[in-house]
């Protein structure tokens, strides 16, 4: 505190971080004592921005093909709206603060696509590898398969599918930086249309040589995995981009790591922790559709 005299002894009011008043007929001045302001952080709002930061990680590392991934949507919304909608309620990942700013990212059964054609089955057979339950009949896939060779074969023994439908397939790999062990994933997009009049193009010329394979009559896709896989089946109609339902089907060594609540709570601290205790909030999984009530 300080008294003046003189011109400034007139002064009232504050001037910056200094606040003017007559006392006793003297002038008295003061510095404001500045208090910063904690920011609210309940567990409901935490608990969302933990896995909010992997979803968009996951986003962005497919590169821009996911699109047109969810049909009839809203006016107004986006794939990425529908991507972070449709996920944010199960197979949560929770990264910390450090590990979202470096975008890091995990793989986990997230939806991909919402459609109305037949989902393609995955599973992991022998070494890892993705097999799918679309049928190959009895060819073998090698060096001299050609895209009508391939195309006619699934077509033939799979009814859903149609000359000029497209097969995409999206590998993500999880990897783990040796120095930080911040966690990151890339995804692997092919896509091929099915085409039963192409006899000149050779299958490993347009996706890869050895990426498709026959497992016991089975289409497999890819090598051994440690990550996710989602195949989509798509189809161009007058009304649009049709596609079939789809999930990441995970065989991932880390994902257990990043979930549970023991890894929940050890990110929500990473950001400062809960500041406020919403007491009469239930405390259930509010990211859980089927816990919240409209």
Same mark, same amino acid.
């Given at each position: 505190m300080a008294?003046?005299?003189?011109?400034? &002894?007139?002064?009232?009011? &504050?001037?910056?971080?200094?606040?003017?008043?007559?006392v006793g007929g003297k002038t008295v001045v003061r510095e404001k004592v500045e208090r910063k302001a904690v920011p609210t952080r309940t567990r409901r709002q935490m608990r969302r921005r933990v896995v909010w930061a992997n979803l968009v990680n996951l986003y962005r590392a497919f590169s821009g093909t996911l699109h047109p991934s969810f049909e009839n949507k809203e006016r107004g919304r986006s794939d990425y709206n529908e991507f972070m909608s449709a996920n944010l309620g199960g197979n949560s990942v929770a990264l910390t603060a450090g590990e979202a700013r470096q975008g890091g990212c995990v793989v986990a059964g997230y939806q991909v696509t919402r459609g109305s054609l037949p989902s393609v089955g995955v599973q992991f057979g022998s070494g890892n590898v993705p097999v799918t339950d679309i049928n190959m009949g009895g060819i073998t896939i090698g060096s001299s398969t050609t895209v009508k060779t391939f195309s006619q074969a699934i077509i033939d023994n799979n009814p859903e599918w149609?000359?000029?439908?497209?097969? &995409?397939?999206?590998?993500?790999?999880?990897?783990?930086? &040796?120095?930080t062990g911040v966690p990151r994933v890339t995804i692997d997009a092919k896509e091929l249309t099915l085409d039963v009049n192409d006899e000149s193009s050779m299958l490993g010329d347009v996706v890869e040589a050895n990426f498709f394979s026959v497992d016991e009559g089975k289409l497999a896709v890819g090598g051994a995995l440690n990550g996710g896989v989602a195949v989509v089946h798509s189809r161009l109609t007058q009304g649009g981009t049709q596609v079939s339902t789809q999930f990441f089907v995970v065989n991932n060594t880390l994902l257990s790591l990043y979930q549970g609540d023991e890894a929940v709570e050890a990110a929500v601290l990473s950001y400062g922790g809960v500041t406020r205790d919403d007491f009469l909030t239930p405390n259930v999984d509010d990211l859980t559709s089927d816990t919240v009530r409209p």
């Open positions: 008294i003046f005299s003189g011109i400034i &002894s007139r002064l009232r009011g &504050s001037i910056g971080q200094l606040t003017f008043a007559r149609a000359n000029g439908d497209q097969l &995409s397939v999206f590998i993500a790999h999880q990897q783990q930086d &040796s120095g």
